[in-house]
């Protein structure tokens, strides 16, 4: 069965610096992993994904994220945060099309941040 | 259009009561996918739609959950004799199908904050 883990509940990080958000997953195959944010009082929104390629991969807002299968993982970075991205980020892993369960996104517990001037 | 409606945006009902929470996904998209966010479980896969059929109904907590979703379009998720525990904000995405090239993204609406008192 897939799961996601994201170590850290609660991150703060000061305006301007850089941000790292830490995800392991585990899953049998080769995983589709995605990034979202949910902002308070937002929906959540979808910040990057992988599936296959290239091993760093560019979202939207700044963001970046690395996928690496030795440690199964796929951390989320940020040079240079602003005020404007603190809110809560998830990690999720899902299955292969057309498998059975391809429409299941397993999240992590996600992780807040909040960032201070 | 118009992103992904829920409809209420907020329900408060009474233990044991039945309750239906509505969503209508992006006009085209074929998948659906319900799911549930709370603070004790964060975010729960509940169940996807392919179309009007169902192939993944695993995440539904009991049988008092159901999910039915007709012309490929609006959906419709019941509990029946709520339970306080069912109280969460139930969220709603829709994708077209992910038939090649990886992943599609999961556009999430505004979800349903229900209460059961």
């Known amino acids: 069965a897939q799961s996601v883990t994201q170590p850290d509940i609660h991150i703060t990080v000061s305006e301007g610096a850089s941000l790292e958000l830490r995800c392991n997953y585990s899953?049998?195959?080769?995983?589709?992993l995605f990034w979202y944010v949910q902002s308070p009082g937002q929906g959540l929104q979808l910040l990057l994904k992988y599936f296959s390629g290239d091993t760093l991969v560019q979202g939207i807002k700044g963001f970046e994220a690395e996928f690496k299968r030795s440690q199964s993982s796929f951390n989320l970075r940020k040079p240079s945060v602003h005020w404007s991205d603190a809110a809560e980020y998830f990690c999720a892993v899902g299955a292969k099309y057309p498998t059975d369960s391809w429409g299941k996104l397993q999240f992590g517990a996600g992780t807040q941040v909040v960032v201070t001037p | 259009g118009a992103g992904v409606s829920q409809s209420p945006s907020n329900k408060v009902t009474e233990k044991g009561k039945d309750v239906e929470l509505r969503c209508d996904p992006i006009s085209g998209h074929t998948a659906l996918y319900w799911y549930r966010q709370s603070l004790g479980q964060g975010l729960e896969f509940l169940i996807y739609?392919?179309?009007?059929?169902?192939?993944?109904k695993s995440g539904l907590p009991s049988d008092r959950f159901s999910a039915e979703r007709t012309g490929g379009s609006v959906s419709t998720l019941t509990i029946q004799r709520t339970q306080q525990e069912d109280s969460a904000v139930y969220l709603c995405?829709?994708?077209?199908?992910?038939?090649?090239?990886?992943?599609?993204?999961?556009?999430f609406g505004p979800g349903t904050r229900l209460t059961v008192l």
């Open positions: 995405a829709s994708s077209s199908l992910p038939l090649a090239g990886g992943p599609k993204e999961q556009f």
């Open positions: 899953y049998g195959a080769t995983p589709y």
């Open positions: 739609f392919q179309g009007n059929s169902a192939p993944d």
